[in-house]
DNA sequence: CAGGATGTCTAGCGTTGCTAGGATGTGGCC
DNA sequence: GGCCACATCCTAGCAACGCTAGACATCCTG
């Protein structure tokens, strides 16, 4: 009987993750305009209302991928980071680590950051990863300057707001090395 | 004849001016997500397809607002930059007036800098109200700067990331001051 | 005063997110 | 083993969306 019920749970779990990276997969072929519950629904091979059997709705099952996306750039720019034992270095390297994967992944990245969700960042409820990718950011400042996690919140934003900006064509992607190199340069030799 | 031809040219701007209005005001009061084409015709008394004999769509109604609120902006930072003469002060000023205008008018601001556009910014064929508001940007640094367009494009880019990030609550609004001027001052001082 | 152009509305199409209610089939109990 | 109860899943449909075709009315022109 507890057998059953957990081989049930089991695959239940399965057809969850199968439903987010379905719904990542189609986001990332056609954009999130794309992404209907019909659609989403097709690719998994189930009927729509089991969506909603497992999610409450279209924006749960966003949000589902935004988490998931926090986890891997967390590790990107870990990476990054690690691989510049001198903080300057490590500081380039995670920016140009996270406009990259803004560049390389636009629907996961706004799924992340623009639409709309009820994930707080600097809060205690902010899931793991997400915390994992600020403090990386932190990591690139030296331990004893004490306004580190400002540097890091505004170095954030500022990312962001180039990598919204040139999503959206708004201002081109050309001298983006320029920015990045300008940006890191001004915050790098900042005093604490 | 003509008389006849003018006045209804004239009565026809004016009721496109009525739509541009309507869907701001409808925007600002309960967000873009209410504003449907219904509720707007049902606002301006008009049924439906007059919308669409004025724009050919609803994204249309949506960029003719955006490019209002451009011309707002920009006097907005114009005030506030040439309200203080000394360079520092000026662009903390213009900063603060960014910020505010996004906080104040979160629904024109995301028209004009979040929604999907075809409207390029640093190109040819930019509206002069949005040039205009870059350029006061690009005032704020000294003339001999010759990389002040690079200065401006990058403080625009960090101010549009932490006014997004805070109108979508991803970030406290507590601290907005202790980020800008944490920004200005990395700016400011920075090598031409 | 008739004819044609212009302007506006009613009605409807296809699609969206979401849900109610019935059919199907499996698991546990006597 | 037979039956009931429960869980699972799908068909069908609702209200609202952006948008459009075609009928109606209104006004200027000759």
């Known amino acids: 009987m507890s057998v059953i019920k957990a081989r049930r749970e089991r695959e239940r779990a399965q057809r969850h993750q199968l439903i987010i990276t379905a719904a990542r997969e189609l986001a990332e072929a056609e954009g999130w305009e794309a992404v209907t519950t019909r659609r989403l629904a097709e ?5 729509q209302p089991v969506l909603y059997s497992h999610f409450s709705g279209k924006d749960a099952i966003v949000r589902a991928v935004a988490i998931d996306g926090f986890g891997e750039l967390a590790a990107h720019l870990r990476r990054a980071r690690l691989a ?19 560049t390389e992944r636009p629907a996961l990245y706004q799924a992340m950051f623009v639409m709309p969700t009820d994930v707080k960042f600097a809060h205690a409820e902010t899931p793991p990863p997400l915390r994992a990718c600020f403090d990386e950011f932190v990591g690139c400042f030296r331990p004893d300057n004490a306004r580190r996690e400002l540097f890091a919140e505004v170095i954030w934003s500022a990312l962001h707001g180039i990598a919204t900006l040139s999503a959206s064509g708004r201002i ?14 001004q915050f790098i030799d900042a005093p604490s």
Chains 1, 2 share one sequence.
Not at 172 to 185: A, C, G, K
């Open 43 to 47: 690719r998994v091979e189930y009927s």
């Open 84 to 102: 510049n034992p001198e903080l300057r270095q490590a500081l380039h390297a995670a920016c140009r680590a996270y406009l990259d994967f803004a």
């Open 172 to 185: 081109p992607l050309d001298i983006q090395d320029e920015r990045l190199d300008f940006l890191v340069t």
